[in-house]
């Protein structure tokens, strides 16, 4: 019976090739796209966990406030931080504050920067803070009247 499964397999090279090619291309393709979804689904999993840095646990308002997508929640009153960081095992507490912003000069002029225009505030724990300071030293504070932006920092 092997025999003549054999030379039949033998008899019909083009069809066994074609065959076989076909099984190849069809686990290397499988192949591919699960490594590809694994991959992807790591690097994601990587920029969520470091976006918090040693964050354990995040306070927010649950209330939406837009349909939109994106749509910015409820701002929580500034009291809660103060009963947040007298709960017996935290270490430390900060607010984050986000909104629409855009980089000055040290001339008050506008960088330009493509992408979102979003700002935050710059948290001083560094075990809180997702950002690595490269070079220079943190944002320094700016108020209304004042004419001189940020000192040069480049986060990685």
Do not use: H
């Not at 291309?25 to 994601?44: E, H």
């Not at 749509?71 to 095992?89: E, M, P, T, Y």
């Not at 075990?127 to 480049?154: D, F, H, I, Q």
């Amino acid at each position: 019976m092997t025999g003549l499964v054999l030379k039949e397999l033998w008899g019909r090279k083009r069809r066994l090739a074609g065959s076989l090619v076909a099984v190849f291309l069809g686990v290397t393709f499988l192949t591919g796209t699960l490594v590809l979804g694994d991959t992807l689904a790591a690097s994601i999993d990587g920029y969520v966990s470091s976006a918090y840095g040693d964050t354990d646990v995040v306070v927010r308002n649950a209330t939406k406030v837009s349909d939109a997508p994106w749509g910015a929640r409820g701002q929580i009153d500034a009291s809660v931080l103060d009963r947040v960081r007298q709960v017996k095992g935290v270490a430390n507490a900060e607010p984050t504050i986000e909104g629409s912003g855009q980089l000055l000069a040290s001339d008050g002029t506008v960088i330009a920067s493509r992408g979102p225009r979003t700002a935050g505030n710059w948290k001083t724990d560094p075990k809180l803070n997702p950002y690595r300071l490269a070079e220079g030293g943190r944002p320094a504070r700016r108020t209304r009247s004042s004419s001189t932006g940020c000192s040069p920092t480049r986060a990685t």
